[in-house]
């Protein structure tokens, strides 16, 4: 009670008295800055620079007279409000017609930035072309200065003839080979005898290699990104900096290399895929990835002039070597599950499934102009998957079908003909479940796998020009997976890889006849030369433990080396660059054949007979050595002979003399 | 022994026995410490050496009786005991005149041990990995060393000097000496224990003949299933055995085309 008291004491003003003063003293001066008290308003306070970013020019705006202008003005506003609130307008006039180019004024320099990148370049009409730019660089460019400046020369960076393996005198390829479960990697050239190592580094790559798709560089993965060799001596043509690289990509002439990388993307700057210029070694330009499952996720044309990925509803076509879509835009097309290129011509073949009462249809475009070529429906489709021939003279594409009112899945090939007007399309019908499926390189046969384990059958079709494709051949029981045609065409080899054992069958398909059965147990892999005159077999350690080894057959099955390597891991054979022979130059060699083979079989005998002769001398040396060596011991044995006879008491050393036991001196 | 009247024994029951081959009688009984992983007569038949090996706690040693002093049988007191400190020995033979033990160790390494001071006379460091078995020429001036490490090598047995080489892609298991021909035989394959994949097919494992002059291999004698452990060629040189981990013994003769054959030279 005491307090309360008080207190209302203090606070009695006595009757009469003026309200407390609460106005600083006259001279006070506050210590808070505008910024503290403030802050988020003078954020948002308009500034004189502002308004000049987000100004853009646009130029080659039809010049129209004042009845036409509204008109004029409400296309560009339709366009150009997509990049954002348009607040400012100025259209020039001069003698009764706008100018032809005019400002706008966005509210942000974002949107003005948006603008340029988007519009520029927009097609209004025939005539009318816009360009946009920012208003600031005009400034820019304005003020460059007139003083020329050099640029600073670059030293020649001659990494020597980059072809250099091509000019073998024995035309003998090369292939790269990773052993030591990856500790090594070796270079090596193809000869019957055994083969040649031509480089071989420690520690060259941290996981894989990857040879260029015409075979002048070797690719190798690190931590930090990949690197490019080549050259006689396998110098560092170029480094790719890419943290965390997993994957690769070339584009097939070379010009480009796609680099995958799953640590570097975020959500401002897509960087888990790279795209690099493999001459200057310059970054072209980065995408987003969700997941490199399907890699490469960019498939090139033949040409190398676009490349293409496909994400949800959407097909996104770049060109090089700008790296911008395609016409600015991707094509949306829905529900699309794949999508390839045609290995020969700038051709797409993609296809979607069914959408309520549209059927499933495959379709293939011609790029650029994006004409739809030929379109194929197909019914109660399953699952599709597209194989090209190699040079793009065939389509085939596998439709798993459930036919209606059954529960089952029944396959078919669809082939297309794509060099025939209209692109007919046949159909092959399969009885039997599908495991593997090629096309002849450089022909018209195709291969397919059927059947199931154990009842294996291999089928062997011919795609005729009458409109009709054959079955030429079908053989059974066989212990294949995997079907690998040389490059060259007509023969292959059918493999069972991994679980089955190795099995291996040699197949000339000119009239179908198994030229040879064998096997390597435990092999991997199975890898054509790029001539199609051997084939190497291995055992990778990354597969299998034990027996690490590539062996090395001809074309017709015939082993020629058993070659074990350390944990061993990979054998990639060096592709070859495109003939520059043209056809007529190779019809007159295949002409002349029988004169190069002598020539080449003179060769052959005297290379073996030096090989046989080198052999015999060595194995004449090791004789005489080891002849020497025995004489040397037999000497010696037969000195000690009494020794021995002293040992097991026949002889007896006494009296200074040898004694046989029982005999008198 | 040379005379074919005693046989020596030695086992993982931490013993090691002589016995007279006709009738079968135990002469002799030697308790070890721990198994006894290699034995044999000398030349003269008198002296016999046994290895035992490093086991609970007890080290790899390599003893030397003389028969001719029963003492020493039935104190178990060897004349010269020779511990092995740094690698356990896996196989021994005697050298030609009785004077030194030639034996393979753990290591890879071979030494000749003196029979009479227990030195080391000589050293051949030419093996990465461990020594499966040692075996003499039929006159004991050389010998053949089974490798782990996928090779087998001849060396003179005086001076140890490496004289060949014969390599495969498999551990080595055993290898023998022909006693009439310039050839070896070898048998091998992977412990049964320490990889499962190897091939299971019938009759995978092989014994490969070398020459060993050129040291190429010149044949194969499929049969086994299972890993070979030990081969050996019949005295008269006409036949060889071997004995592998699938439990079985095979005896093969040789065609006469096998002592015609030659290879290029």
Redesign the interface.
């Known amino acids: 009670m005491r307090d309360t008291d008080n207190m209302e004491a203090e606070m009695e003003y006595d009757d009469g008295e003026e309200e407390p003063s609460f106005s600083d003293p006259e001279d006070f001066v506050d210590d808070i800055s505008d910024q503290e008290l403030l802050g988020d308003v003078l954020r948002d306070k308009p500034q004189e620079a502002d308004g000049i970013d987000s100004v853009v020019v646009v130029d080659n705006v039809p010049q129209v007279g004042p009845d036409r202008l509204e008109k004029l003005k409400n296309v560009i506003q339709k366009i150009f409000s997509k990049f954002g609130k348009i607040t400012n307008d100025f259209y020039p006039v001069a003698d009764g017609k706008t100018k032809g180019y005019i400002f706008l004024e966005y509210s942000a320099p974002s949107h003005a930035q948006e603008a340029v990148k988007n519009a520029d370049g927009y097609k209004l009409d025939k005539q009318h072309t816009f360009r946009v730019n920012l208003f600031t660089d005009f400034d820019k460019y304005m003020s460059i200065s007139d003083e020329w400046e050099a640029p600073e020369k670059q030293p020649f960076k001659d990494f020597g003839n980059l072809r250099h393996w091509m000019e073998d005198s024995d035309c003998r390829d090369q292939y790269s080979v990773i052993y030591d479960s990856g500790e090594r990697t070796g270079i090596f050239a193809n000869d019957v005898k055994e083969p040649i190592e031509v480089e071989e580094r420690a520690r060259w790559t941290e996981t894989y290699v990857r040879w260029s798709p015409k075979g002048t560089y070797l690719a190798t993965f690190h931590q930090r990104g990949i690197a490019l060799w080549g050259g006689e001596k396998f110098k560092q043509i170029q480094r790719f900096s890419h943290q965390g690289v997993q994957l690769i990509d070339f584009s097939p002439c070379e010009r480009y290399v796609v680099t995958f990388s799953p640590l570097m993307d975020t959500k401002d700057d897509p960087q888990a895929i790279i795209i690099w210029d493999v001459l200057t070694g310059q970054k072209k330009r980065g995408f987003h990835c969700e997941s490199s499952a399907h890699w490469p996720i960019f498939k090139w044309s033949p040409d190398g002039k676009f490349f293409a990925r496909m994400t949800q509803d959407t097909l996104s076509i770049y060109e090089t070597p700008s790296m911008g879509l395609l016409d600015k835009k991707s094509l949306k097309i829905n529900g699309i599950k794949d999508f390839s290129w045609s290995p020969g011509d700038n051709i797409i073949a993609f296809w979607v499934p069914e959408d309520k009462d549209i059927p499933a249809r495959v379709t293939l475009m011609q790029l650029p102009s994006r004409n739809e070529i030929r379109v194929r429906n197909l019914f109660n489709v399953v699952d599709c998957k597209l194989h090209w021939q190699k040079n793009g003279d065939y389509l085939c594409v596998k439709v798993d079908r459930t036919p209606k009112g059954t529960q089952g899945v029944v396959t078919n090939f669809e082939i297309f003909r794509m060099r025939e007007k209209q692109v007919p399309v046949d159909v092959v019908e399969m009885k039997e479940g599908i495991i593997a499926f090629a096309w002849e390189p450089n022909g018209s046969k195709f291969a397919v796998l059927h059947g199931e384990s154990p009842r294996i059958n291999v089928s062997f079709y011919h795609v005729k020009n009458n409109g009709k494709i054959d079955l030429i051949k079908m053989f059974d029981k066989q212990q294949a997976n995997s079907i690998f045609w040389s490059p060259q065409g007509q023969f292959l080899v059918l493999a069972g890889l991994r679980s089955m054992n190795g099995a291996l069958a040699f197949v000339d398909t000119s009239d179908c006849t198994m030229m040879n059965i064998a096997e390597h147990?435990?092999a991997s892999d199975v890898e054509w030369d790029p001539t199609g005159r051997y084939v190497v077999t291995s055992v990778s350690w990354w597969s299998?433990?034990?027996?690490n080894?590539f062996w090395l057959w001809t074309f017709q099955g015939r082993l020629l080396q058993k070659n074990?390597k350390e944990r061993f891991c990979q054998l990639l054979w060096r592709p070859r660059p495109p003939s520059l022979l043209t056809q007529e130059q190779i019809k007159l060699i295949k002409k002349d054949l029988k004169k190069y083979s002598k020539i080449f079989e003179q060769k052959d005998r005297l290379s073996q007979s030096k090989a046989?002769k080198e052999?015999?001398d060595k194995?004449?040396t090791?004789?005489e050595d080891?002849?020497k060596?025995r004489e040397r011991?037999?000497d010696?044995?037969n000195e000690?002979r009494p020794?021995?006879l002293e040992?097991?008491?026949v002889f007896v050393f006494s009296g200074g003399v040898w004694t046989i036991i029982g005999e008198k001196n | 022994m040379w005379d074919t009247k005693n046989v020596l024994t030695g086992s993982a029951d931490n013993s090691c026995r002589l016995w007279d081959c006709e009738t079968g009688k135990q002469l002799a009984l030697v308790e070890t410490n721990s198994a006894v992983r290699t034995c044999g007569f000398d030349f003269s038949g008198n002296i016999i050496m046994f290895s035992t090996d490093k086991q609970m706690g007890y080290q790899c040693i390599l003893n030397y009786f003389d028969l001719r002093d029963p003492q020493q049988i039935e104190d178990n007191q060897p004349y010269l005991s020779l511990p092995c400190n740094e690698s356990k020995i896996t196989s021994a033979v005697w050298g030609p005149l009785g004077e030194f033990v030639i034996a393979g160790h753990e290591n890879g390494e071979i030494n000749q041990y003196s029979a009479k001071s227990g030195e080391i006379l000589k050293v051949a460091k030419e093996h990465t990995k461990q020594i499966n078995d040692i075996q003499s020429s039929v006159d004991l001036t050389m010998v053949i060393s089974a490798s782990k490490d996928c090779t087998a090598k001849l060396f003179d047995s005086t001076n140890l000097e490496h004289i060949k080489t014969f390599k495969t892609e498999r551990p080595v298991n055993s290898a023998a000496i022909s006693p009439i021909m310039d050839h070896v035989v070898m048998g091998g394959g992977q412990e049964a224990m320490e990889v499962t994949t190897t091939s299971t097919r019938i009759g995978k494992f092989e014994a490969r003949f070398f020459h060993a002059a050129y040291e190429e291999e010149f044949g194969r004698v499929k049969g086994h299933f299972g890993p070979i452990n030990c081969v050996a060629f019949h005295p008269d040189g006409k036949s060889y055995s071997s004995g592998g981990e699938d439990g079985y013994v095979r005896i093969h003769y040789f065609d006469p085309q096998y002592f015609d054959f030659e290879l290029e030279a």
Not at chain 1, 544 to 547: E, G, L, N, Q, S
């Open positions: 147990y435990m299998h433990k034990v027996d080894a074990n046989s052999l015999v194995r004449r090791m004789m080891y002849r060596y011991a037999m010696m044995y000690q020794l021995r040992l097991r008491g």
